[in-house]
């Protein structure tokens, strides 16, 4: 079973431009998340998609960020335009299930991530 | 403030050796809490997870611990390996949230 992939794994932009990051979730998972780590600090949460509707964005940073998730199937990240700030590792996971069920079916399975670095 | 302390942050053993690892957590109300382990340029990659009921839960040499009276958990890896050489995360999630609560990780250095 293929798990959580992410493209691309790294990024290079410069200050103003536009990048979109892509999560292909394992399949059949309706749940899919983003979180971000920046350098030195903790992952934090982003958001929660449930199939193609967005459950919790109440982590996105401001309103350069734009989630997607047409078809409930793949996920798309766009940060426009990019600023110095928005520098770090950019993690996608999926579940089957969010709350409710056995704890094996909460499990999130992460992706590599796309290291994001704005000049 | 919901918050998530890990301890220590890094840490070196030798092959063999046992360790332990600490987490904290002030996330109230409690759901969860979750081990993960993260190689360099990998995802994190889930442990275990255990609910406010469970005090011990094991998966090989890993065997994670949790006080939810004290809101400490533990994780001890016995007979340690040079693949165990990875980052390890606490997670915590609060009830009725949609978010994980995430530590800064214990970088794990296993030498020969």
């Known amino acids: 079973e293929a798990g959580v992939t992410q493209f691309p794994s790294h990024s290079v932009i410069e200050k103003g431009q536009t990048v979109t990051l892509r999560c292909d979730p394992i399949s059949g998972h309706d749940n899919l998340y983003w979180y971000r780590r920046v350098m030195g600090k903790e992952i934090k949460f982003l958001l929660h998609?449930?199939?193609?509707?967005?459950?919790?964005e109440s982590g996105m940073p401001n309103n350069r960020f734009l989630a997607e998730r047409t078809g409930g199937t793949y996920s798309t990240l766009k940060v426009q335009p990019a600023e110095l700030e928005d520098s770090g590792v950019y993690f996608c996971?999926?579940?089957?299930?969010?709350?409710?069920?056995?704890?094996?079916?909460?499990?999130?399975?992460f992706g590599a991530g796309t290291r994001l670095s704005v000049l | 403030k919901n918050q998530v302390e890990q301890s220590p942050q890094s840490l070196i053993i030798l092959e063999g050796k046992n360790c332990t690892l600490q987490c904290n957590y002030t996330v109230s109300p409690f759901s969860n809490l979750r081990w993960y382990k993260q190689d360099t340029g990998r995802g994190p990659v889930s442990l275990t997870i255990?609910?406010?009921?469970?005090n011990t839960k094991s998966n090989g040499r890993y065997t994670a611990t949790l006080d939810a009276d004290t809101k400490q958990s533990s994780l001890h890896i016995t007979a340690s390996q040079l693949s165990d050489s990875a980052s390890y995360i606490c997670?915590?999630?609060?009830?009725?949230?949609?978010?994980?609560?995430f530590g800064t990780g214990t970088r794990l250095t296993v030498i020969p």
């Open positions: 255990m609910t406010f009921s469970e």
């Open positions: 998609f449930v199939k193609e509707s967005k459950q919790d």
């Open positions: 996971a999926s579940s089957q299930d969010f709350s409710g069920g056995s704890l094996a079916k909460n499990i999130q399975y």
């Open positions: 997670v915590v999630r609060q009830t009725g949230a949609n978010n994980l609560f």
